[in-house]
């Protein structure tokens, strides 16, 4: 069932007082003091796990076997919810002033993942333009989840076969083609640093984790959340959607305390975000409150709500 707010404009959804979304919109400003808490909470768990890492290396090095991949998951989740606020960033959501906005994402966002943010702001605006159909340029929920994808995904596959899409997409102008090259280069640079600093001090089953906690886990988490926000449970595994509309599918999924940290920034009420893309997710928790007291819009808000469980469940059945 394809849920979401498309074609109901602002002024036509009121609350039970009669009060319009157009007017209950221009209301919502950005919490951001909750966005740099939100940030900071990533890089506290991320220095924590590391920091458990070469403890637990130093003193129990026997159980390398154990602590590696367990960081390795870990690390890579952590990381898939930090990178989600590139998202916000790309919104001009993280900071009051654009620029600043832009030069705090590109140090403590953008750089570890090697993403230029002029280029994503550009690359994601198609993702809201033509979600649903062949031209849009985010487009894991085209693949269903089989057990041929999940390997793809685990192996790296998927992740090159994503990059070489947007090198090859013509949306970006040639500087912006260069600002990415750019900054891959710089997050390159970045973990290699990491990497070569963890060897030469001997934490070798940290360098591992950390290889394999942005390289391979970060990917699989990051390409499984987009396809449970958007791929419809009834399309078939074999369809083609590189050729054939999918159709508009978000999701409204239950918030918990697991559910913000796999979905974060926001990203457990992202059928509210495609409906009003430019609103920061600090507000979204409003939006779903008022969307739930009109008349008009809160059987589909109700109709909506679901689990990530529940939808991987049926995916798979599908799949």
């Known amino acids: 069932m394809q849920n979401n707010l498309e074609g ?6 009121t609350d039970n007082s009669g009060t319009s979304y157009t007017v209950f919109r221009n209301n919502l400003q950005p919490r951001y003091p909750a966005v740099a808490f939100d940030i900071v909470k990533g890089y506290f768990f991320l220095f924590v796990t590391v920091g458990a890492i070469i403890f637990i290396d130093y003193f129990f090095h026997s159980f390398w076997w154990i602590t590696i991949p367990v960081s390795s998951v870990l ?5 898939a919810y930090l990178a989600l606020f590139i998202h916000e960033a790309g919104h001009f959501n993280i900071h009051p002033d654009k620029k600043m906005n832009d030069r705090l994402a590109t140090i403590f966002l953008c750089l570890p993942f090697g993403l230029s943010l002029k280029s994503y702001r550009k690359i994601h605006w198609q993702h ?11 487009v894991s929920y085209f693949h269903a989840p089989t057990k041929l994808f999940v390997l793809e995904t685990l192996t790296g596959i998927h992740l090159l ?14 500087e912006q083609v ?8 710089g997050g390159t640079f970045l973990h290699l640093i990491i990497l070569t600093a963890a060897f030469l001090t001997g934490n070798w089953p940290f360098a591992i984790a950390w290889l394999l906690g942005f390289g391979i886990f970060f990917p699989f988490f990051a390409t499984i ?6 791929r419809d449970e009834l399309a078939h595994y074999s369809t083609d959607f590189y050729k054939q509309p999918h159709g508009k599918v978000s999701r409204l999924f239950v918030h918990t305390v697991l559910n913000s940290s796999f979905g974060s920034a926001g990203f457990t009420r992202h059928m509210i975000h495609h409906w009003d893309p430019q609103i920061s997710y600090t507000r979204l928790k409003d939006i779903e409150a008022f969307l739930s007291s009109s008349e008009k819009v809160a059987p589909i808000i109700k109709a909506s709500k679901t689990t990530y469980t529940s939808v991987l469940k049926k995916l798979l059945a599908a799949s």
């Open 8 to 13: 109901i404009g602002f002024d036509e959804v």
């Open 75 to 79: 690390i890579g989740y952590i990381a």
């Open 128 to 138: 809201h333009l033509h979600l649903g159909t062949p031209q849009d340029a985010e």
């Open 161 to 174: 076969r994503t990059m070489m899409r947007k090198e090859g997409n013509d949306v970006l102008t040639k």
């Open 178 to 185: 260069k600002q990415s090259r750019m900054m891959l280069l």
């Open 225 to 230: 959340r987009q396809i449970l926000e958007h």
